[in-house]
């Protein structure tokens, strides 16, 4: 275990008996699953044995299998929901709910299947003081991920991250406090909510980081026509968006030009 590590299972206990919350160095992971009991045992174990005293929030969307019973077996908290929502809007609601009900000062995304052995780089990274967000590159190469790097890099201006869709990413709350707290609010319902969320990043100024991990645990996701068809209806929503807001900026400064 890390002196990091050390220092916040530390303070999270002092926490924990005075009847509170760890104010100074909580860590909160969100796992947004629809039907991951299959790699969710794993995954949560490995999270108890690298970070024991991290919040787990785990937002299923209805899943049909075990996935809440096994959330519930190692203390997760996990949100009711009387309907399926989407992942965008399951990853929106653990991010805040971790960010304002439970005081993390360190929320960390994950899917049920990614590798937990980054977890203490990405604390650590965040908690350096030298970016608001982290955002996870994963060695794998895949087409599917070229395909959605060169329109998000060609037509919303996102040239600078190197994997835009990665669902690996750590926040601090000045992050959270930005994306979530300013307009236009964040609305994607599908896995496209991360280049949303990174556009609202690149917006805002925010400082990133990025960390390599290894993806080969990384389970591939299946691309059907329908998830396609949704991904490029939300694309092109934030295009329009982008070129609104250009086009704003351009008049504004017309105007203040012409007084």
């Not at 919350?21 to 045992?41: C, E």
């Not at 995954?43 to 809440?68: C, Y």
């Not at 389970?219 to 295009?239: A, G, T």
Request: charged residues 30%; positive net charge.
């Amino acid at each position: 275990m890390t002196t990091l590590q050390k220092r916040m299972n530390e303070e999270a206990i002092r926490s924990h008996s005075s009847g509170q919350f760890p104010q100074s160095s909580s860590v909160g992971i969100v796992i947004p699953t629809y039907n991951a009991s299959k790699a969710l045992i794993e995954t949560l174990e490995e999270i108890k044995n690298v970070l024991p005293l991290a919040m787990i929030f785990g937002i299923d969307d209805k899943s049909k299998d075990a996935t809440v019973e096994i959330f519930e077996r190692y203390g997760a908290i996990v949100p009711f929901r009387f309907k399926r929502q989407g992942y965008g809007k399951s990853l929106v609601e653990g991010l805040t709910k971790a960010y304002y009900e439970y005081g993390c000062n360190c929320v960390i995304e994950m899917d049920a299947d990614h590798p937990t052995s980054p977890l203490p780089k990405f604390i650590e990274t965040i908690q350096s003081d030298k970016f608001d967000i982290v955002i996870g590159i994963e060695s794998t190469k895949r087409s599917s991920r070229s395909v959605a790097m060169f329109l998000v890099k060609r037509f919303l201006g996102l040239k600078k991250f190197k994997h835009p869709t990665c669902g690996y990413i750590a926040f601090n709350t000045f992050a959270l406090k930005e994306i979530f707290e300013t307009k236009p609010r964040i609305k994607c319902n599908n896995d496209f909510v991360h280049i949303e969320i990174l556009y609202k990043v690149y917006r805002r100024h925010l400082r990133f980081g990025e960390l390599e991990f290894n993806g080969e645990e990384h389970e591939k996701h299946k691309m059907s026509m329908k998830r396609v068809y949704k991904w490029l209806w939300s694309f092109s929503i934030l295009f329009i968006k982008r070129v609104t807001w250009h086009i704003w900026i351009d008049l504004k400064d017309k105007i203040f030009r012409s007084r």
